[in-house]
């Protein structure tokens, strides 16, 4: 796999994540997200692109795509936690967790971001020995 396509990947695994995290939980927890019009959708799609933007933005530190597995772990893992267990129909400010939820997760992300580096880091090393 080369570069380019595992950010394809996490580019369509960062748009889809937030709707693919609420399926567990049933049909009635999805459509929380999806019976919101073009306006919701953009209003998600647009916050959700901080956290799957950093991964973007750190894999061009990267000359392996295996490096990426640490961040996405990391940070895909507490999306997944986060959208998939929030209820916004729980309280009248729910919905701001939509923009505090790809803030939070900048945090996992840098620590995978810096387990991803070391080991490009050391894979480097070892290609050049």
Same mark, same amino acid.
């Given at each position: 796999?080369?570069?380019?396509?595992?950010?394809?990947?996490?580019?369509?695994?960062?748009?889809?994540?937030?709707? =693919?995290?609420?399926?567990?939980?049933?049909?009635? &927890?999805?459509?929380?997200?999806?019976?919101?019009?073009?306006?919701?959708?953009l209003f998600l799609s647009a916050f959700n692109a901080?956290? &799957?933007? =950093?991964?973007?933005?750190? +894999?061009?530190?990267?000359?392996?795509?295996? +490096?990426?597995?640490?961040?996405?772990?990391?940070?895909?893992?507490?999306?997944? &936690?986060? @959208?998939?267990?929030?209820d916004l129909g729980a309280d009248a400010q729910a919905?701001?967790?939509?923009?505090?939820?790809?803030?939070? =997760?900048?945090?996992?992300? =840098?620590?995978g971001g810096a387990i991803g580096y070391i080991v490009?880091?050391?894979?480097?090393? @070892?290609?050049?020995?």
């Open positions: 796999m080369t570069m380019r396509n595992a950010r394809f990947i996490l580019v369509l695994v960062g748009v889809l994540l937030p709707y =693919a995290a609420r399926l567990p939980r049933g049909i009635g &927890w999805l459509q929380q997200y999806t019976d919101t019009g073009m306006g919701g959708w901080i956290a &799957w933007g =950093a991964m973007l933005a750190i +894999s061009f530190m990267y000359r392996r795509p295996a +490096s990426l597995v640490a961040p996405c772990l990391l940070g895909f893992g507490f999306l997944a &936690w986060a @959208h998939g267990t929030m919905a701001l967790a939509l923009v505090i939820i790809p803030i939070y =997760a900048l945090l996992p992300i =840098a620590v490009d880091r050391r894979w480097r090393r @070892h290609d050049a020995a």
